[in-house]
């Protein structure tokens, strides 16, 4: 028979992460600012501008590269 554990639903929670409610918080704001960016065909150059931010800031942020971005 197979061992597992069900998750708490925050795999951050689960792994042990320091602030893990803030790193899936994060998580979840990227993914639907990505989803946005996508339905409404925002390029990322025109995501830069209309966010202020450098185009390797939204290729980060829509490749789940969230080091740099606070909530």
């Known amino acids: 028979m197979l061992?597992?554990?069900i998750s708490s639903?925050?795999?951050f929670q689960d792994l042990a992460f320091a602030n893990a409610e803030e790193k899936l918080a994060k998580v979840k704001l990227a993914s639907v600012i990505a989803d946005?960016?996508?339905q409404q065909q925002?390029?990322?150059q025109q995501a830069a501008?209309?966010?202020g931010l450098e185009l390797e800031q939204i290729n980060n942020l829509t490749n789940g590269i969230l080091k740099e971005?606070?909530?």
């Open 3 to 5: 061992d597992y554990t």
């Open 9 to 11: 639903g925050n795999i």
């Open 36 to 38: 946005i960016l996508e």
């Open 42 to 44: 925002i390029t990322p």
């Open 49 to 51: 501008q209309i966010l």
């Open 69 to 71: 971005f606070t909530i």
